[in-house]
């Protein structure tokens, strides 16, 4: 998993969250989290969630772009 | 307004007396075939959402279902469902299987306004949310088997935790303390986003700590008594408490404790993290899939981390599925949106039989209402439009007879298809409306339908007959006119 599947934002960028093993403590799959765009999956799921080419690109993600904040920290100041 | 209230059936108390939490309900429900155990193995995607999903269909008596198989997760349990249908709404509060969605109806109505607050405060170390207690080293992935709710959802989410917070300026009032269900998507093992507006009761506590830069503490209460998930969804005003609420709905005592950062939560939970909020950080998160079936976009919201962490053994963790209708999330809230509408609009129009706002949080509703007089259903409708729900939810408004169940589709489609005059059909064009709304063409604006589908009534005549009255005029009344003038500044005619 080298890539955001939203945000394609690379390696450096994504962060392994947690290992779910089964009963024998073999590796089942995996979480991971993208520090770009705060996506987190599993690579285990469906590719239609997790491959970027194969989501719908509505759902892609650009961190660059200004998206709406709930309660702005800013407005106290 | 208790004396008012009804005295509840001997088999409402029974029940409301056995069950304390989530596991009592779990077991009640199995013995009413309203429960099962999915122990075939599952991935937590895409399986748990098929299973949920299937078992959401049946809105009358889809059963609660427990995942005690999870792919990555073993030994843990999982349970989605358990509102999930109105007869498990009906068992809860003391019903047979078979209960029609009219009859609870009239149950809810016949409850509220109970207050008598039946709560039973118990010490911590007696309390069984306190079994087991982490303080550091938290993995909410590892604790809780999560799983993607819909597809394009931006993370796992938590999608039942009733979360506990107080007013940070006034730590110490417990009327104060707002219990509420938000969306809460985790971020990172021990962190996650908690989704709040202005309005809420929560987005004031948030604004008001990082206003004052003072801590905002809170409890997330996941796996609880089934009563509290049913009723902590109610609008009520900010300074009642959502247990005293609850507890009164049920007829029955709820056992509370005080969490480790203070706060007031329920004994007998299944888990309760406890967190505070990271003050002036905000974080992506969605989309989600909200309840009209469509996704709400990507935004930046604040963030909380865990601080401690209280569960059960063998917790049972109990989320939901929410999505394109039908969902638990309409079942779960549907009769408790209707409630408040009714009690509004019989408080001016005795003539009110009842509302049934079920279809998406009350986009549309239904009302049967006893029509006096021509247009006379019109105006409850729009009534109807001036509640605090009905002012950004309901879009659609169907007008139906006393004699028409509301509840009863088939008798709405009758009323539609025999009593719709196109004329009594009414748009109110550029209303105030749910950002939401999937089919809005600026989002927070939308228009208004109302179908009056209510019976051919001929208009009130009552002082029909009227006649215009021809009073005295001319040069003598203009003359006495000014001598009224005079005499009132004090001058001589
Ligand atoms: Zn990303």
């Keep these: ?77 | 307004m208790s004396d008012k209230n009804p005295p509840l059936s001997d088999k409402a108390l029974e029940v409301a007396r056995r069950i304390g939490s989530l596991r009592d309900f779990l077991e009640f429900l199995k013995e009413n075939g309203q429960c099962i155990n999915w122990s075939e193995e599952v991935y937590p995607e895409p399986d748990i959402r098929n299973v949920a999903v299937a078992a959401g269909r049946d809105s009358m008596n889809g059963p609660a279902v427990i995942f005690d198989n999870i792919a990555g997760y073993p030994g843990k349990k999982m349970v989605l469902g358990v509102h999930g249908s109105f007869t498990n709404l009906a068992l809860l509060l003391g019903h047979p299987k078979g209960t029609t969605i009219k009859e609870l109806f009239y149950d809810i109505i016949s409850r509220w306004g109970a207050d008598e607050p039946l709560l039973d405060f118990i010490e911590p170390d007696k309390a069984p949310v306190n079994e087991n207690r982490l303080t550091s080293n938290f993995n909410l992935y590892e604790l809780l088997p999560l799983y993607r709710i819909n597809e394009y959802d931006g993370g796992f989410y938590i999608g039942k935790a009733n979360v506990v917070s107080r007013d940070p300026r006034d730590p110490d009032n417990f009327g104060k303390q707002n219990v509420g269900i938000y969306r809460i998507q985790v971020q990172a093992p021990g962190e996650f986003t908690l989704l709040s507006v202005p309005a809420h009761d929560m987005g004031r506590h948030i604004m008001a700590a990082e206003q004052e830069g003072v801590p905002l503490k809170i409890s997330v209460m996941l796996g609880n008594h089934p009563a509290m998930c049913m009723f902590a969804a109610t609008p009520i005003g900010y300074d009642e408490s959502e247990f005293a609420y609850a507890s009164q709905m049920m007829g029955s005592p709820m056992r509370l404790t005080k969490s480790g950062n203070g706060m007031d939560i329920l004994a007998d939970s299944e888990m309760v993290i406890e967190a505070e909020l990271m003050n002036g950080v905000r974080s992506f998160e969605g989309p989600f899939g909200e309840f009209p079936g469509s996704y709400s976009g990507v935004r930046k919201i604040p963030r909380f981390k865990v601080t401690a962490i209280s569960h059960r053994n063998d917790p049972i963790f109990e989320n939901i599925y929410i999505g394109r209708g039908w969902t638990e999330h309409d079942t779960l809230i549907g009769l408790n949106t209707s409630a408040p509408i009714y009690a509004a609009l019989i408080k001016d129009f005795p003539e009110v039989v009842a509302v049934n706002a079920l279809y998406q949080h009350g986009l549309t509703g239904i009302i049967s209402v006893k029509n006096r007089f021509a247009g006379f259903a019109k105006s409850v409708a729009m009534r109807a439009l001036g509640t605090p729900h009905g002012t950004m939810y309901l879009k659609n408004l169907i007008m139906v007879d006393d004699d028409v169940d509301p509840f009863d589709l088939n008798e709405v489609m009758w009323a539609l298809s025999t009593r719709t005059r196109a004329e009594d059909t009414i748009v109110i064009p550029n209303m105030p409306m749910i950002p939401i709304d999937p089919a809005a063409e600026v989002a927070g604006k939308g228009h208004r339908l109302i179908i009056d589908a209510t019976s051919f009534m001929p208009p009130d005549k009552l002082g029909g007959d009227s006649k215009i009255v021809t009073p005295p005029s001319g040069p003598e009344i203009d003359a006495i006119a000014k001598v009224i003038q005079l005499l009132q500044n004090g001058g001589q005619s």
């Design chain 1, 1 to 77: 998993m080298s890539t955001c599947p939203r945000c394609q934002a690379e390696e450096n960028k994504i962060r392994t969250e947690h290992k779910g093993l089964n009963a024998k403590g073999e590796l089942v799959w995996t979480i991971f989290n993208c520090e770009s765009c705060a996506f987190t999956w599993r690579d285990s799921e469906p590719a239609r969630t997790i491959d970027y080419n194969l989501r719908e690109e509505f759902f892609r993600v650009d961190p660059e772009k200004p998206y709406p904040v709930i309660m702005p920290p800013a407005q106290y100041k």
